[in-house]
C-alpha cells in the first residue's frame, strides 16, 4: 500500500497549499523562515492537509477555502512537532537533528507558536466559524491529550483508557478535524459531516498506535528518529502495558525499575524489546491499530465509491503498512 492514490487525487490543490506554506512562513525575522523551512521541506507526507483536500473532494466542494485550511492544518502539525521535540526532549525528526539541537528549544517553541498564529490567521480568511472552532478546539484538545500523557508519565498503573484518551487528544484529534472541515466547507449534511470526522478520528488512533509499536519494534533508519525515546522518558504507551501485564512478577519489577525511575540503559532497551517479543506486544498493537483502520474505513460507508473514497481506503491501508 502507498499514498499514491491520495496524492494523485489532491496533486494541484497541493501545489497550491505548498505555495502557500512557503509564503507563510516568510517573516522579517530571519530565524523564522529559516526553522520552519528546515522541518517543513525535510520529507514530510503531508497526510493530514491531503486528508483535509481528499475530504473536500469526497464532499463535492468547489470553492477555494480547502487549500489554506489544508495549509493551516500542515502548520498546526508543524507546530506541534516542533513543540513536541522540545516536551519529548527528542534528537532526531524525519532522518534531521531536531530544530531544538540546531537553534535550541527557545527558538523551536517560539517558532513553533509563530506557525500557530499563522494557522489561525489563514483560518479567518477563509472565513468559516465552524471550521475555526474545529480548528481551534483541536488546538486545545491536543494541549489536553499532551498535559494527560505528562501526568500518567512513569506510571505503570496508567489504564488503557487513560492511553486511548492520551493517543485520542495528541494525535486523532487532529487528523478528525483536518477531515470534517472538507465536509464542512462543502456544507454537507451532518451525518457525511460527522462520517469524515470519524474516519479522521479511527485513522488518527491507529496512527499512533504504530507509532508508538514502532518506537519499540522500527528501526532508526526507516523512521527517522530515534528508537527507544518514549523507553527513556517513561511513556507509558499500549506496547508497555501489555508487557507489563503478560509479565511475571520479576518482569514488572523490571519494567518499574526502567519506566518509574528513569534508569533505562540501552541493555534495558533490548530486555525491554526482548519481552515485548515473548508477550507479543508490539504485534498485539499493531493488531488494534488494524481493528481501528477497519473502523475508519467503515465511517465512509455512506460516500459512494469513486476516486477520492478509494484514495482515503488506501491511505488506511498505508497507515498501517508503516508497521512493517
Ligand atoms: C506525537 O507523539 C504527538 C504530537 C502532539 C504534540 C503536541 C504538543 C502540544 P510522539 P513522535 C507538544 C503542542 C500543541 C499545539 C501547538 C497545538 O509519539 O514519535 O511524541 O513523532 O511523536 O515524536
Ligand atoms: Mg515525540
Ligand atoms: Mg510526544
Ligand atoms: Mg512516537
Ligand atoms: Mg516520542
Given at each position: 500500500p502507498s499514498l499514491e492514490a491520495l496524492v494523485a487525487l489532491v496533486k494541484t490543490d497541493m501545489e497550491r497549499v505548498n505555495a502557500v506554506i512557503l509564503a507563510r512562513t516568510?517573516?522579517?525575522?530571519?530565524m523564522i523562515p529559516e526553522v520552519a523551512n528546515h522541518l517543513i521541506s525535510?520529507?514530510?507526507?503531508?497526510l493530514r492537509p491531503m486528508l483535509t483536500l481528499a475530504c473536500a473532494a469526497l464532499a463535492g466542494y468547489r470553492g477555494d477555502g480547502h487549500v489554506k485550511l489544508a495549509a493551516s492544518v500542515e502548520f498546526m502539525h508543524t507546530a506541534t512537532l516542533l513543540h513536541d521535540d522540545v516536551v519529548d526532549e527528542s534528537d532526531m525528526r524525519r532522518g534531521k537533528l531536531a530544530a531544538r539541537k540546531l537553534w535550541g528549544n527557545e527558538a523551536s517553541v517560539l517558532v513553533g507558536d509563530f506557525l500557530l498564529g499563522q494557522a489561525f490567521k489563514m483560518m479567518v480568511e477563509v472565513g468559516s466559524m465552524t471550521c475555526l472552532d474545529i480548528l481551534s478546539t483541536a488546538a486545545c484538545v491536543i494541549a489536553e491529550g499532551e498535559v494527560m500523557q505528562l501526568a500518567a508519565a512513569?506510571?505503570?498503573?496508567?489504564?488503557e483508557d487513560d492511553y486511548l484518551a492520551v493517543i485520542r487528544g495528541k494525535t486523532a484529534e487532529l487528523f478528525a478535524a483536518a477531515c470534517e472541515v472538507g465536509a464542512v466547507l462543502a456544507q454537507r449534511p451532518k451525518a457525511e459531516q460527522a462520517a469524515c470526522r470519524s474516519y479522521g478520528m479511527n485513522l488518527g488512533i491507529a496512527f499512533q498506535l504504530v507509532d508508538d509499536a514502532l518506537d519499540y519494534g522500527g528501526s532508526q533508519a526507516k523512521l527517522g528518529k530515534n528508537v527507544g525515546d518514549d523507553f527513556r522518558e517513561g511513556k507509558i504507551t499500549l506496547p508497555v502495558l501489555l508487557a507489563f501485564r503478560r509479565g511475571d512478577e520479576k518482569e514488572r519489577a523490571f519494567w518499574q525499575r526502567c519506566l518509574e525511575?528513569?534508569?533505562?540503559?540501552a541493555a534495558d532497551l533490548d530486555q525491554a524489546i526482548g519481552l515485548m517479543t515473548k508477550h507479543r506486544a508490539i504485534a498485539d498493537t499493531v493488531e488494534r491499530a488494524r481493528h481501528y483502520g477497519a473502523i475508519a474505513k467503515d465511517a465512509l460507508a455512506l460516500f459512494p465509491a469513486g476516486p477520492a473514497k478509494a484514495a482515503l481506503m488506501e491511505a488506511v491501508d498505508f497507515c498501517l503498512s508503516r508497521a512493517h
Open positions: 516568510g517573516s522579517d525575522v530571519a525535510s520529507g514530510g507526507k503531508r512513569k506510571n505503570t498503573a496508567t489504564s525511575n528513569s534508569e533505562a540503559s
